[in-house]
């Protein structure tokens, strides 16, 4: 049976942003912002990670995790609005906005991804 | 003796319209229970206090109240925990009140019905066949779960309920979990179907409460969780693969 709710897919995007940018983001920011400039690691040079940037799977990995960010915050946005406004006869236009920003900014996101270089 | 100040809600349908608050003054022991201190007045002071009680032991979860805002059973809370009083006694939040501490509980016994609590077969295998036989791995897959005693405490704390009746709620879903995870049963398909509808799963937004104040450490917010990530792979599979039947 094909099940027509939108939920899943809106559920993965939101748990999948959850966890990528629980992992990754605060690794970056020990790793860049504090390992690097304290002089725990050596600071990885700017043209080395340019290169990694701009090598298709780099780009593609920080669409990745620019995207499913995105999509975790208009999820639990809309549902912050739903719940905690109790905005129960707007849930459509609610979806609606924070799905489209969410779309809007992956647009975006992939525009600079493609074009940077 | 000790004593506290218990504050009970009252509410007499045939003489009052709104519930409206009874102070005692309780004289306690040591080790006594929430529920002690009710029994007391009950006993020594107003015998027309209406509430539920059965155990006295944390198993037949007719006993939940709100204890100073808080949803927990009142056989299982020390008045030595909630001191110095006045101590605060509400029916649990979400149900209608039928008089004083009694709930109407009826959305949750037909709910608990809807999602199919029982094992499911196909086909039962004939008796001469013998028992369906289980190895202590597969009792722990769903073990946590059963320990469940229906005592609505993690709908009082679930502020979804609360806001929107429709939700199916923590203790149905991790019940139907349960089952799910039971290697005797063949039901998953069929509470999919009424839990992937949007007052099953999808209600809940992972506030974790319920599994806050669960007295049997059930964890139905985890429940929940394992729940939504079964009906999305569930959901991918049926779009990827839709020639493969789960």
Redesign the interface.
Same mark, same amino acid.
């Given at each position: 049976m094909v099940r027509r709710s939108r939920e899943p897919v809106l559920w993965a995007m939101f748990s999948g942003g959850g966890m990528i940018a629980a992992l990754l983001l605060p690794a970056t920011v020990a790793v860049l912002w504090i390992a690097a400039p304290l002089g725990w690691v050596e600071a990885p040079s700017y043209e080395g990670l340019r290169l990694l940037f701009l090598h298709p799977i780099g780009r593609l990995s920080l669409f990745a995790v620019a995207t499913l960010s995105f999509f975790h915050w208009a999820h639990r946005f809309r549902y912050t609005v739903y719940d905690g406004l109790q905005l129960y006869h707007l849930s459509q236009l609610i979806a609606i906005l924070t799905y489209s920003i969410a779309v809007a900014l992956t647009v975006i996101a992939g525009f600079v991804l493609v074009t940077t270089g | 003796m000790k004593s506290v100040a218990v504050e009970v809600l009252r509410y007499r349908p045939e003489t009052e319209a709104e519930p409206s608050f009874d102070v005692f003054d309780v004289p306690y022991e040591d080790n006594w229970m929430i529920l002690d201190a009710i029994n007391h007045i009950k006993d020594q002071v107003d015998g027309t206090l209406s509430y539920r009680w059965a155990c006295r032991m944390g198993v037949c979860g007719s006993c939940g109240m709100m204890v100073n805002g808080k949803p927990v059973l009142t056989c299982a809370t020390y008045v030595e925990d909630v001191l110095p009083g006045p101590v605060r006694v509400e029916p649990l939040r979400g149900f209608p009140v039928v008089r004083d501490l009694v709930t109407d509980i009826q959305d949750f016994m037909v709910k608990l019905q809807r999602v199919k609590p029982w094992i499911i077969r196909e086909e039962e295998k004939p008796l001469a066949e013998g028992e369906y036989l289980q190895t202590p791995e597969e009792l722990e897959d769903y073990k946590q779960y059963s320990m469940c005693i229906n005592c609505m405490l993690c709908y009082a704390a679930c502020?979804?309920y609360e806001? &929107?009746p429709e939700f199916i709620g923590p203790a149905a879903i991790a019940l139907a979990q349960r089952y799910n995870l039971d290697s005797r049963d063949q039901g998953r398909?069929e509470r999919? &179907?009424v839990l992937?509808?949007?007052d099953g799963m999808?209600g809940c937004?992972f506030v974790g409460d319920c599994s806050v104040v669960c007295p049997k450490k059930v964890d139905p917010a985890g429940a929940i969780q394992r729940y939504?990530?079964d009906?999305?792979v &569930?959901?991918?599979q049926?779009v990827l693969m839709p020639w493969r039947k789960r």
């Open positions: - | 502020p979804i806001l &929107d398909e999919m &179907d992937s509808q949007h999808w937004t939504k990530l009906a999305t &569930d959901w991918f049926s």
